[in-house]
T-cell receptor
């Protein structure tokens, strides 16, 4: 399968713990995006990378959240000191560098904070 | 990005055409209309996009009005597997081209 891969698919953690999600994009795609989706809402943009450079971050991305894409390939999203409000689906997407190229989404990582 | 308005839900009989409307009255000249769908518990899936001309691919057709203030996504022969939330998104190309999702239209295809 050459689609966008996300791990883990499900994560249950206790409030205050740190969690990390990984995204492996489609190999030739230089742009990578993170979104968050809560129940009944559409996905909300968090941040995006062009190669290894993080070019934009949403105000939703508090200082407890950090994303990296160290070699311009896979990316990680870490949430420190999780809160119950962080419970959501975290979606990763990638696309090629063409101006109108569509996003290819992964299946998402569902986080539950108890 | 221009704001879009979609009905919250629609029903369609299997085998019939599903016509999903979207209003985007504040669209600017260089903004594209994109459609994605999200089947329950999966990531969103790209369907189609267009600028001003009607577009068709193997999944759907996109009809954009001449003034570009609204569009319709047409699934010509809906099946049960087309049951999903459909998102209409307007965005300009280039730059981040990040997408701003609304709440979409929940399409339910029934026997």
């Amino acid at each position: 399968d050459t689609g966008v891969s996300q791990n883990p698919r499900h994560k249950i953690t206790k409030r205050g713990q740190n969690v990390t999600f990984r995204c492996d994009p489609i190999s030739e795609h230089n742009r990578l995006y993170w979104y968050r989706q809560t129940l009944g809402q559409g996905p909300e943009f968090l941040t995006y990378f062009q190669n290894e450079a993080q070019l934009e971050k949403s105000r939703l991305l508090s200082d407890r959240f950090s994303a990296e894409r160290p070699k311009g390939s896979f990316s990680t999203l870490e949430i420190q000191r999780t809160e119950q409000g962080d419970s959501a689906m975290y979606l990763c997407a990638s696309r090629p560098g063409t101006p109108t190229g569509e996003l290819f989404f992964g299946e998402g990582s569902r986080l539950t904070v108890l | 990005d221009a704001k879009t308005t979609q009905p919250p839900s629609m029903d369609c009989a299997e085998g019939r055409a599903a016509n999903l409307p979207c209003n985007h009255s504040t669209i600017s000249g260089n903004e594209y209309v994109y459609w994605y769908r999200q089947i329950h518990s999966q990531g969103p899936q790209y369907i189609i996009h267009g600028l001003k001309n009607n577009e068709t691919n193997e999944m759907a057709s996109l009809i954009i009005t001449e003034d570009r203030k609204s569009s319709t996504l047409i699934l010509p022969h809906a099946t049960l597997r087309d049951t999903a939330v459909y998102y209409c998104i307007v965005t300009r190309p280039g730059g981040g081209n990040k997408l701003t999702f609304g709440t979409g239209t929940q399409l339910k295809v029934e026997l």
